[in-house]
C-alpha cells in the first residue's frame, strides 16, 4: 500500500471548472492547477492507488450512467480513503478529487444535463452531502458501515430510493438516525420510502434528533413505516 498525500483545490481554482470541461471536451492542465491545488491541513494521507484501481476496473465493466457504479465503488473509496469526518468537512479536498484525480468517473456516472447540475457533482460537498459525487458515497459509506460491516451500504445502494431519500433529507448526517431509517426501510417499496422519510423529517420539528438514541430513532420509524403502507 502506498500512501499519497491528499490535496484541496482551493475555492478561487473553481473559477477554471468551466463548461466544457464538465461536457469532456476540455482539460485543465497541470500549469493550470499549480496555483490552485494546495496541501490538505495536517497533510492527511490516503491510499489512493486502491481507489485508482477500483476506479479503473468500474471504468472498464459498467456502462455510462449506471447507477450500480455506486454500490461498486463506496466501500473501496470509504477505505482508501480512511481520514477522520474533520478532513472529510473540507470541501476542497472533494473538488480536487472529483476534478483533478478522477474527472473521467464523475464523467462517466453522471450524464451531462445541465450546467448546474454537472457543476454540483465536481463542486458540491460541504453540508449538502448528496451533491459531490465522490464525497456523497464516502459519506453514505461512513454513516453505514460498522467497522468491516458494509453490508447495510451495499444495501442502501442498491435501492435508490433509499439513497435519494434518505440522503437527501436534513437528518442525514446523524448516524443513529441514518442507521435505523436504513436498516427499517430496506425491504419497502418506493412509495413507503418516500413517505416516511417525509413524515419522519417533519416529525423532527418537534423532537431534538441529536437527542435521540438508534432505538428511539427505530421505534419512531417502525411506527411512520406502518403507517405509511
Not at 43 to 48: C, E, G, N, V, Y
Not at 145 to 171: I, P
Not at 197 to 226: C, D, K, P, Y
Request: aromatic share 8%; hydrophobic share 35%.
Amino acid at each position: 500500500m502506498t500512501e499519497t498525500e491528499l490535496h484541496r483545490l482551493t475555492e478561487d481554482g473553481r473559477r477554471l471548472v468551466g463548461e466544457s470541461f464538465m461536457q469532456g471536451e476540455a482539460a485543465i492542465t497541470d500549469e493550470q492547477l499549480t496555483e490552485y491545488v494546495e496541501p490538505m491541513p495536517g497533510r492527511p494521507t490516503a491510499d489512493l492507488d486502491r481507489i485508482d484501481s477500483a476506479v479503473e476496473q468500474v471504468l472498464e465493466e459498467y456502462p455510462e450512467y449506471d447507477t450500480a457504479i455506486d454500490g461498486a465503488l463506496a466501500e473501496e473509496i470509504h477505505r482508501g480513503l480512511d481520514i477522520t469526518r474533520r478532513t472529510a468537512g473540507d470541501p476542497g479536498l472533494w473538488h480536487w478529487l472529483a476534478v483533478v484525480r478522477y474527472p473521467d468517473l464523475v464523467r462517466h456516472r453522471w450524464e451531462y444535463r445541465s450546467e448546474e447540475a454537472m457543476r454540483e457533482k465536481f463542486l458540491g460537498a460541504g453540508s449538502d452531502l448528496y451533491s459531490n459525487a465522490i464525497h456523497r458515497l464516502w459519506w453514505i459509506a461512513e454513516l453505514t458501515s460498522r467497522g468491516d460491516d458494509y453490508s447495510t451500504t451495499d444495501a442502501v445502494f442498491a435501492n435508490q430510493t433509499m439513497v435519494n431519500k434518505v440522503f437527501d433529507r436534513w437528518f442525514a448526517r446523524y448516524q443513529p438516525a441514518v442507521r435505523a431509517m436504513c436498516n427499517e426501510l430496506a425491504d419497502e417499496p418506493s412509495r413507503v420510502i418516500d413517505e416516511t422519510t417525509r413524515r419522519f423529517n417533519h416529525a423532527l420539528t418537534n423532537v431534538q434528533l441529536e437527542g435521540l438514541s438508534e432505538n428511539e430513532a427505530r421505534e419512531m420509524i417502525r411506527q411512520i413505516v406502518a403507517e405509511s403502507r
